[in-house]
């Protein structure tokens, strides 16, 4: 299930504000009253794998962040029981690899803290496969970037709602090539060949918000030029290659309903703006006390997924001014006294620059030379030049 910290504000600040009246007033931000709640992420596919489960504990709004839930008991059933085991605090995987089959009937069960949670029965969604991710150059809400939009083929099972997340996986350069490094050896700077990959790096990063589409109102069950991510043309992502990697997933009505309010509220600027909607739930309950607050769903849904890439030169100038991480306005060669060299070396500030005729060393900020302080120089298993 899709969540982020951005959207565990807005839960935990819903379940803050219970008890506070629908109009519009100016509220202080008070966690005496605060009301626990626990917050559980439960995603089986049909894809062939060991399924995650995360549980947390809901945090006041004066706390550092979520409180994960260890040392829970956690079992889905279906046509067999599964079985979960905690890898990290509050984060489960099941034990087995397992696929969610259609026409099977699956329930979430989970004890923690002498409480029981239990989940509505569940089955598989229908499936639809993503017809094609399409790339474009074009000005959106004023701004220039690439567009990138998702077309899905008709299903004759009237699927019509819809999930989406994605992994963007881009490679880039760091501003400037060098061919050698700069060490400490016995206390004094030694110039030596490069010794690690510096200039090419790749970054990952999973989506944030939630993409929702319903075609439910619609002749033909079909999602078209759906905008699943819009990149500022000045995006360091932009600068080399990039690759967008879409899941969807074909929930269900009650399913697309609790998403739908996630969005508006993730949207929000200021949920405590407008009318409030009480605390709502999912399809998770509380066995022990029906009056517990408990915030997330079981989901059960079918994958498909799609990957595209393309490159800066096939919408920019390749000869112009790529974005960077760092302008180049903030990477200006020095020349330190040894002593500030080597202590510039000792903190990792600064790489290797070049020579003067003299044979003093001029240096360049680290981040402007060395790629890995934004991603990693290891190129992804998946990657295609």
Known sequence: MTSTLKYRAHFFLIAFAVC???????????????????????????ELKKHEIKLSQAFKIDSTGPNPLSGASIRVTG????MFEEVEPGHYLSIDSFVARPGIEYELNILVNGKEFKADPTQL????????LEANRINYLGEDGV?????????????????????????????????KDLILVDGLPVEVPKQKEEYTCYQTNNSQEIILANTNSLSEDRVSDLLIKFIDSQDPSLSNRYSLLVKQYVISRKAYNY???????SESNN??????????????????????????????SSVNTKRIYFNYGDFYNPEGIRPRFVPFALCEETLPSLDNLIEQLERNAVRWGGVTTSGGIYVLPARCVDCTFFGTNEKPDFWED
Do not use: M, W
């Open 147 to 179: 567009a990138i939009t998702l077309n899905n083929e008709s299903s004759p099972g009237g699927t019509n709602y819809y999930r989406y997340q994605y992994v963007e996986t881009f490679k880039f350069n760091s501003n400037y090539f060098k061919h």
């Open 271 to 300: 949920i405590f703006s407008q009318s409030q909607p009480g605390f709502f739930d999912g399809n998770i309950q509380s066995t022990n006390n029906p009056d517990e607050n408990v915030i997330g769903f079981f989901d059960v």
């Open 79 to 82: 046509n067999r029981d599964y």
């Open 259 to 265: 998403y739908k309010i996630l969005e508006e509220l």
């Open 20 to 46: 506070l009246s629908s109009c519009v007033e100016e509220i202080p931000l008070n966690s005496e009253n605060f009301e626990d709640a626990i917050v559980i992420e439960a995603l089986v596919t049909n």
């Open 125 to 132: 969604t229908g499936n639809s496969n993503i017809g094609e």
